[in-house]
């Protein structure tokens, strides 16, 4: 029927692991798996994103993120010498929330909010940059082959077996069979690892699309660095435009740059659309000062070339069947951003699984039974802190009595 055989397991050999998805979750997953000594096999979906012909992976997704001691102590307890260094040497540490808005006299104002008492931060990171820096410690790992461009098609995780589709060296689509001892999917909110393990167990599964939309902008570095700055804002800071229903944020780069985040209901991203000469205007009432940082023709040429994408958070469980599949990070909690966990908590779910995890032999059904049992509640969790963080980011940080008003209201 096509399919070729790849990759059998045969008595004797090490516990075979596959890890569908290398995305920083399956990446580190990989790495994991490896370090422990299993036979590790990774297939991508996309191709190598090192390679410089390659779309940049994130040009439709987020770029900036916030990495914070969820995700790190995952990345240090991989075990692998040097890995958190080399990721923690391109982040930029923010040690608070600039909030910016302004006054009834009209003047405009930032004030600073500071994440912890102690100055303890989180830190900026480039997703492709943490996903390379995750690729290179894999290939570097004598017991792991990476496969790129390979897409998970089917599974069937009774027999341990799973189909991909592939090109062949002349072009042609072609479906390869593998098998394995565990299979795990960290192919992201649209899981279809997600799609076929719902079919041998019994699932409860929730995905909700809230009415807001993102659309990505950059404010770009300054025209004339200085040798101590060259962001044109605080670069130690995740910088807030709060509103009642929206929300405009900024992250550092390394090269002085922000990346930039418009968070708005979707009726308003269709208004603005609709004359996208309004938009500066827009800018100036909803988010003062931003159009001093992206010039108006700019912020217009942006808003029309970058897509306005949807936010989903999804909840479900069991994450696992028997011994033989297990999901992890988007594919099994993806959350909207506005706590900035859903790859921190991506990370997590890999220390956790593998501290479950009998090591170096084949996991048994038990230890993923206790997988589901300890994370499917804490990853629900973190999913409701996240929607419920909205509320906290757009309208509670600019207003104390906020808290207080909304409870009397609902009493
Ligand atoms: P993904 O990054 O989606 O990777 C999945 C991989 O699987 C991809 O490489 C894909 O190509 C591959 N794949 C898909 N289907 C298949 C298939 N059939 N076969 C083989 N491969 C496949 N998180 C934070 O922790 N902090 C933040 O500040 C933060 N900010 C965010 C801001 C925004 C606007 C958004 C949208 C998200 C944000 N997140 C943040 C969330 C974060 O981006 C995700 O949680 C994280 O990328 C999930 O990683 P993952 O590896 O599970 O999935």
Redesign the pocket.
Known sequence: DGRESQNQHESGTKSKIVV???????ALAAIYAAERGFEVEV????NDLRDPSTTP?NFT??IN???SER?INSLRASGRDGLLERIMADTIPMRGRMIHGKKASGSIYEEAQDYDIHGRTIFAVD?GGLNKHLLDELESMPNVKIFFN????GANFADNKAW?ETKSPAGETQEIEITFDLLIG???????TRYHLMKYTRMDYRQEYIDTL?CEFTITPKANPTSTSKHAISPNHLHIWPGSDRMFIAIPSLDGSFTC?LFLPSGEFSCLATDPSTIPAFFNASFPGVTALIPPASLIAQFEANPH?P?ISLTCSPYHFRASAVI????AH?MV?FY???????LEDVRVLFDLLPPSITPTPESLDRYTALRAPDAAAIGALALANYVEMREGVVSPLYKLRKRLEET
């Open positions: 569908v998805g290398a995305g920083p979750v399956g297939y991508e979906l996309r992976l997704r987020s993120l916030a990495l995700g997703r390979h897409k998970l098609v991909l960290a192919d992201g909110a649209h899981s279809a993102w985040t994408l936010l992890l990070g988007d594919a993806a951003p900035g966990q859903g790859m921190n908590a991506g």
